[in-house]
């Protein structure tokens, strides 16, 4: 995916001043098949600097808590949502500044996408805002890998709704959330300043109706923030 650059403003505080004591690196390999022949080269370069930046960076898990997923099985399309309510956010003592998202779901995982909804005071509801953090739709086609720049702004009020959709019409059996290489997950992963201590913000999932009206990420779009 190539290098994963903060931007100029913000960074991640490690040392006697930080929370941060180790850094730890998580691989994940699913290989099924029992290959032989498959070999990692990657590796991870962490570039540190004593001129810290002007704020402290953070990451968010928003989608369905993963006790809750529960999908349809031999089913071609099946679409599920969590959410971040606006009561969570609405406890943010500022605005989150969003500069890069990553979708997380597993095997049977095909689209993804992150909803804002901006909360008015004016008719105490809100609306659709935009789609956060994806500049070119087919990163919404690989939720697996999918990771984009964003300039989001998410405001304490904001509701966010993360989408996945799956096809299961491979297995023949109940596919479940979980931390297992087979079983699924429907998160992104927000990284923004300035740090918060919220680490992650998720509900039991929504299950939506294939062709039910609502929003959906345009496969022939190159743009659909």
Not at 12 to 25: C, E, F, K
Not at 90 to 97: E, G, R
Request: proline fraction near 4%; glycine fraction near 6%.
């Amino acid at each position: 995916q190539g290098s994963f650059i903060l931007p100029s403003e913000a960074g991640i505080r490690i040392g006697s001043d930080s929370t941060i004591r180790y850094v730890a690196l998580q691989v994940r390999y699913s290989n099924p098949s029992l290959a032989t022949n498959l070999y990692d080269s990657s590796g991870v370069v962490i570039k540190m600097t004593s001129t810290l930046r002007t704020y402290d960076a953070g990451v968010l898990a928003v989608g369905a808590a993963l006790n809750s997923i529960s999908l349809t099985p031999t089913t071609k399309e099946v679409e599920i949502a969590g959410q971040c309510s606006s009561d969570k956010t609405s406890m943010l003592a500022d605005s989150l500044n969003i500069f890069s998202i990553a979708h997380d779901t597993r095997k049977y995982g095909t689209v993804a996408w992150l909803e804002q909804w901006t909360y008015s005071s004016l008719t105490q509801q809100v609306t659709f805002n935009n789609i956060i953090g994806q500049s070119y739709a087919q990163a919404a086609y690989d939720p697996v890998v999918a990771s984009s720049t964003s300039d989001a702004v998410i405001a304490p009020g904001d509701l966010l709704i993360n989408h996945c959709i799956y096809n299961t019409a491979s297995t023949n059996t109940t596919v479940t959330g979980g931390p297992g290489a087979f079983e699924e997950h429907c998160w992104s992963w927000l990284w923004y300043y300035p740090k918060t201590d919220a680490v992650k913000c998720v509900s039991s999932q929504t299950t939506y109706l294939p062709n039910d009206g609502h929003f959906r990420p345009d496969r022939n779009s190159s743009i659909i923030m």
